[in-house]
């Protein structure tokens, strides 16, 4: 029996997989990998068996169950182990995403578009009063993920950069410095709900507020921890697309150019982009609750079980030539939203927010390029969120 | 063809509607709706991959 490998690898190039990923994804489409605490944990690296794993009944994602597997220091604390939606089960996790379905359905973020343009020109503005070298993480890839869901729950303005900060320490920080910053996130996120509840406002928490807590639904503290996860997940991963995006279209010239002949092109760029950067690295960690048959092998009642959406996008079985990228790919199709229950609320807002940012960069700066080496970029983060530390580009 | 959807099992990701948006959309909750339900052999091909995308398995396309 082979040793299982360590999972999850960092990257050494910002948007290709880690060298130590091509043995893993031979030994797929289901093997066991070994975590950061020498805990093992079985593996999907197959496309339609992840589909299959995470649409399966006897598949959970109850955080608090001895077994879950944790992937790095930081997913240890209470707060990250009780996240709402994210480690809940049906019928509680199905019951709070239909009450935040209609504020993230496409006539939704539809909706937002107009305003999603204005702030977008702003930010673009704003590089080209800069000049080159200028860094797109700083002054787009950061700022822009963050003003948006807070502009989308109706958070102060004034309070953006402490949003972004907080949500970065979680998701990035060490585990002492990410429950401290949950901590401060959540005693933040408290005082707010309870202005709302005393003068509910236009935006998604004033509505939750009237629509949910007035007529007891649920309660302050499941607003809060609701507010939580919403500001946590809409920030990091939006954030590092764009950035990750830039950083490969520039990569890829040939690419580059077909989306310049061919604007309308860039909707199924972007889905071939979430394919190939696959920016959450690892989609799903979650236990077993029941046997589950998958690829011929039986995952047993509590086992802990991972889906690599790094692999999963790049399964030769689904997906020719799949270490190419191809912006004009028939079946983009990838899992870096996840599947199942669990696919992320918040996707068709993340396209436009990255349809509106490529597209105002490609228009008003056509001839941006990297202002550094790629392989000069800091990478940091492994098996969760990967990021880019800073992208100077020039003109 | 016939096309169903169970509005208790979606999720309200939206790619049924972005897929075949002749077939279906979302309604003011965000859930599914079915707005033909007996499309035209041409929209087959979507109406299946719509089928195929759904990560909650909510719609279902039964042949005639």
Redesign the interface.
């Given at each position: 029996m082979t040793e299982a490998p360590p999972y999850p690898q960092p990257r050494t190039c910002p948007y290709e997989p880690p060298p130590g990923y091509a043995e893993i994804g031979e030994r797929g489409p289901i093997l066991k990998v070994r975590l950061y605490d020498g805990r093992e944990a079985w593996m999907i690296t197959g496309y339609r068996e992840s589909r299959e794993l995470l649409t399966h009944p006897n598949l959970s994602s109850q955080r608090t169950h001895p077994n879950f597997p944790i992937v790095a220091p930081r997913f240890r604390s209470q707060i990250a182990r009780t996240l709402a939606l994210i480690a809940m089960d049906p019928p509680v996790h199905d019951t709070y995403r239909r009450y935040l379905n209609p504020h993230f359905s496409l006539k939704a973020v539809r909706r937002m578009r107009p305003e999603l343009e204005r702030i977008v020109k702003g930010y673009v503005d704003e590089i080209l009063d800069h000049g080159p070298p200028a860094d797109l993480v700083r002054l787009l890839a950061v700022p822009l993920p963050s003003l948006v869901i807070c502009r989308h729950l109706g958070v102060p303005y004034e309070d953006h950069e402490f949003f972004q900060d907080s949500s970065g320490a979680v998701m990035l920080g060490t585990e002492e410095e990410s429950a401290t910053a949950a901590q401060n996130l959540v005693d933040y996120i408290d005082s707010l709900v309870a202005d709302q509840v005393k003068n509910p406002t236009d935006g998604l928490l004033g509505t939750l507020v009237r629509e949910r807590v007035a007529t007891g639904d649920i309660g302050h503290d499941e607003l809060v921890s609701i507010a939580l996860v919403l500001l946590i997940a809409a920030h990091e991963t939006t954030s590092s697309s764009l950035a990750l995006g830039i950083i490969t279209l520039l990569e890829h010239p040939d690419q580059l150019a077909r989306l310049h002949a061919g604007p309308s092109l860039l909707p199924g760029a972007i889905e071939e982009l979430l394919r190939y950067i696959a920016t959450t690295d690892l989609v799903a960690t979650r236990i077993a609750k029941g046997d589950i048959e998958i690829a011929g092998r039986t995952i047993r009642d509590g086992e802990p079980v991972l889906v690599s959406g790094t692999l999963a996008n790049r399964d030769p079985a689904v997906h020719g030539d799949a270490d190419v990228l191809d912006i004009t790919r028939e079946n983009p199709h990838h899992v870096t939203f996840g599947f199942g229950i669990h696919q992320c609320l918040g996707q068709n807002l993340a396209r436009i927010e990255l349809e509106v940012a490529f597209h105002e960069l490609l228009t008003r700066i056509p001839t941006m390029r990297l202002a550094v080496d790629v392989a000069d970029l800091p990478i940091l983060g492994a098996g969760t969120v990967q990021r880019v530390l800073s992208l100077p580009v020039e003109w | 063809m016939k096309v169903t959807a169970d509005r208790t099992r979606c999720?309200?990701?939206?790619h049924c509607?972005?897929t075949a948006p002749d077939v279906f959309d979302?309604a003011?909750?965000?859930?599914v709706t079915v707005t033909d339900p007996t499309p035209p052999d041409p929209a087959r091909a979507d109406v299946l991959l719509a089928e195929r995308?759904c990560?909650?398995?909510a719609v279902t396309v039964h042949d005639a």
């Open positions: - | 999720m309200a990701a939206g509607a972005v979302q003011d909750d965000g859930l995308l990560p909650s398995r």
